[in-house]
């Protein structure tokens, strides 16, 4: 059973969360402080933590800049805020993923759930036969066959998250969010960078492996 530490300082909020997780089968602690979090964390026992960015006693990236001194536990951000730069550094500070304010608890159940799969420990298999992949989130690097492409920000954020999620389709807004960067203001831009990485994976005849839903969006489709 997967515990989650929420950290809310709203009960509002954090009720119906926690009802949800609950009703998943999430085991679930509640605290309201940024302080109570860190020793909830120290104390072991936490799968993921749902972590409010505006808490009474600290903000919550600093929250996050002390647990990354000591843990790579997978956060989620609650956040107020519609900032593109507060989404911004939540993720480039280590945050996993961050839903806004307001928000349903169903779909925080479902983000969480997926980090947690793509965070699992993978099965050991051949990863030649499994995917011509390698994705390191950490280096910020993708490989397709051995080959490390070289990426723009937008362009790795954009395959990196059709690699996690085969033959789901993204539409354009869906890709333009995952960008997150001031130069993609347009939905047109997507196809732009769509376009670049068909001629970066062209060499390696993996261009084709990206596929247009016309009117929808994009999916990478497996080998």
Not at 148 to 158: A, G, M, N
Not at 174 to 181: E, K, T, W
Not at 197 to 210: C, F, Q, T, Y
């Amino acid at each position: 059973m997967p515990a989650v530490l929420i950290v809310e300082d709203e009960p509002r909020i954090a009720e119906p969360l926690m009802f949800a997780l609950e009703r998943e089968h999430f085991a679930v602690t509640h605290v309201t402080l940024g302080q109570q979090a860190l020793d909830a964390v120290a104390g072991g026992a936490v799968d993921l933590v749902v972590l409010d960015v505006g808490l009474p006693d600290m903000n919550g990236f600093d929250v996050l800049k002390q647990l990354r001194q000591r843990s790579e536990l997978p956060v989620l951000f609650l956040t107020a805020r519609q900032d593109e730069v507060d989404r911004i550094l939540g993720l480039e500070l280590g945050g996993d993923d961050y839903v806004t304010k307001p928000f349903s608890p169903r779909e925080v159940v479902a983000r969480i759930r997926a980090i947690l799969k793509r965070l699992a420990p993978k099965p050991d298999v051949d990863t030649d036969k499994a995917t011509p992949w390698q994705v390191d989130d950490s280096g910020f690097r993708l490989f397709f066959r051995h080959t490390e492409l070289s990426l723009t920000r937008s362009e790795y954020r954009i395959l990196a998250t059709m690699v996690q999620r085969p033959g789901q389709v993204f539409s354009r807004a869906q890709l333009l969010d995952i960008c997150a960067s001031d130069e993609d203001s347009f939905e047109r831009s997507v196809d732009t960078h769509i376009k670049t990485l068909r001629a970066k994976l062209r060499p390696l005849n993996g261009d084709h492996l990206i596929v247009t839903r016309r009117g929808i969006g994009y999916l990478l489709d497996t080998p």
